[in-house]
T-cell receptor, first 111, second 112 residues
Framework: DAGITQSPRHKVTETGTPVTLRCHQT?????MYWYRQDPGHGLRLIHY???????DKGEVSDGYSVSRSKTEDFLLTLESATSSQTSVYFC??????????FGQGTRLTVV | TQLLEQSPQFLSIQEGENLTVYCNSS?????LQWYRQEPGEGPVLLVT?????EVKKLKRLTFQFGDARKDSSLHITAAQPGDTGLYLC????????????FGKGTRLSVIA
């Protein structure tokens, strides 16, 4: 298995609270991605990173921020969680011109 | 944004039947990847096609990349219940830092 770990695996939080999801890799891959997966929408890109402190927005970035201060960690923060952010979140890592390896996912429920 | 359209969205077939899933875009990709995802897991790569017109076979699965590198297909021969899952195509853009973009997926159910 590729060395990628997401934490937590499950979380229930209240509307309006901040939430941070962590993605940790041991592969030293350059690229890291955060996707959300919802029925009927497939995998939608939230934010991605192409190096330490180099990040960019994806198609559904509103309400989310990210940070990558080290190669191995990519953090996704929901500043003030809303019910529309209830989803399964996947982190992926990738080296140049290779496949993406995905974490096990984080199931987030905002009540 | 480079969009990938997959069809059909859902497919339910009997064991032993053949099927084809399509992945189409108006954009050109440097390569295209197919992933399979099972419930509760992240997607796992099946194949990468790079050259226009390329055909790759993986047991009963045949993948083809369009000549113009804008579309791809996945054909499964004699489907088995173990083929059940969500099939996703993903496009790799020509620019170095372009992110991996996914289609919405085809959910396949093979009934024994």
């Amino acid at each position: 298995d590729a060395g990628i770990t997401q934490s937590p695996r499950h979380k229930v939080t209240e509307t309006g609270t901040p939430v941070t999801l962590r993605c940790h890799q041991t592969e030293n891959h350059r690229y890291m991605y955060w996707y959300r997966q919802d029925p009927g929408h497939g995998l939608r890109l939230i934010h991605y990173s192409y190096g330490v402190k180099d990040t960019d927005k994806g198609e559904v970035s509103d309400g989310y921020s990210v940070s990558r201060s080290k190669t191995e960690d990519f953090l996704l923060t929901l500043e003030s969680a809303t019910s529309s952010q209830t989803s399964v979140y996947f982190c992926a890592i990738r080296a140049l011109n290779t496949e993406a390896f995905f974490g096990q996912g984080t199931r987030l429920t905002v009540v | 944004t480079q969009l990938l359209e997959q069809s059909p969205q859902f497919l339910s077939i009997q064991e032993g039947e053949n099927l084809t899933v399509y992945c189409n875009s108006s954009s050109v990709f440097s390569s295209l990847q197919w992933y399979r995802q099972e419930p509760g897991e992240g997607p796992v790569l099946l194949v990468t096609v790079v050259t226009g017109g390329e055909v790759k076979k993986l047991k009963r699965l045949t993948f083809q990349f369009g000549d113009a590198r804008k579309d791809s297909s996945l054909h499964i021969t004699a489907a088995q219940p173990g083929d059940t899952g969500l099939y996703l195509c993903a496009g790799v853009g020509a620019s170095r830092n372009t992110p991996l973009v996914f289609g919405k997926g085809t959910r396949l159910s093979v009934i024994a």
